[in-house]
T-cell receptor
Framework: GQSLEQPSEVTAVEGAIVQINCTYQTSGFYGLSWYQQHDGGAPTFLSYNALDGLEETGRFSSFLSRSDSYGYLLLQELQMKDSASYFCAAYPQGGKLIFGQGTELSVKP | DTAVSQTPKYLVTQMGNDKSIKCEQNLGHDTMYWYKQDSKKFLKIMFSYNNKELIINETVPNRFSPKSPDKAHLNLHINSLELGDSAVYFC????????????FGPGTRLTVT
């Protein structure tokens, strides 16, 4: 089957750094995406890794290791507005995304 | 301008009724999707259309019927609604091979009583 695993919830304080891990098992694999979803809102695209290594976009970075079937999203200088759910999504064969269950990030003052 | 829009935003109806949700995107994308997000926030693809052609049809009850009149529109009709259909339904779109980067509509919260 195809599945992704990520922690259900993570808590951190403002200004800190947090890492949200994701392991995947898919039939065929092109890359790993990350999406952010605030309560009551729509998922929004954050990043995509097709190659191994770290991709940086402002305060957010995403990492992929194909050999370990593993990736993570790194959020730096956390702000209250970063409180949201974060989804990893694998892009396997078949023209669709397979989403993880989501990690609820709570940022405390 | 809204990139991906859905109507209605909220839908409350009784079991057994038939309802439709409409989606439009003005991004010029060629692929559109319907997702269902349950109460545990699990986001699961239901259907995908590319240039009006159905390309993904997951294991979804045949009470759900998508229709794409043109590549900018994708509608979802649901017959004989059941309690278990209560969820948030999201429409999304993407362009070309960029399936990994999808743009989601605001969602339609369907409540079946």
């Amino acid at each position: 089957g195809q599945s992704l695993e990520q922690p259900s919830e993570v808590t951190a304080v403002e200004g800190a750094i947090v890492q949200i891990n994701c392991t995947y098992q898919t039939s065929g694999f092109y890359g790993l995406s990350w999406y952010q979803q605030h309560d009551g809102g729509a998922p929004t695209f954050l990043s995509y890794n097709a190659l191994d290594g770290l991709e940086e976009t402002g305060r957010f970075s995403s990492f992929l290791s194909r050999s370990d079937s593993y990736g993570y999203l790194l959020l730096q200088e956390l702000q209250m507005k970063d409180s949201a759910s974060y989804f990893c999504a694998a892009y396997p064969q078949g023209g669709k995304l397979i989403f993880g269950q989501g990690t609820e990030l709570s940022v405390k003052p | 301008d809204t990139a991906v829009s859905q109507t209605p935003k909220y839908l409350v109806t009784q079991m057994g009724n038939d309802k439709s949700i409409k989606c439009e995107q003005n991004l010029g994308h060629d692929t559109m999707y319907w997702y269902k997000q349950d109460s545990k926030k699990f986001l699961k693809i239901m259907f995908s259309y590319n240039n009006k052609e159905l390309i993904i049809n997951e294991t979804v009850p045949n009470r759900f019927s998508p229709k794409s009149p043109d590549k900018a529109h994708l509608n979802l009709h649901i017959n004989s609604l059941e309690l278990g259909d209560s969820a948030v339904y999201f429409c999304a779109s993407s362009q070309g091979d960029n399936t990994y980067e999808q743009y989601f509509g605001p969602g339609t919260r369907l409540t079946v009583t």
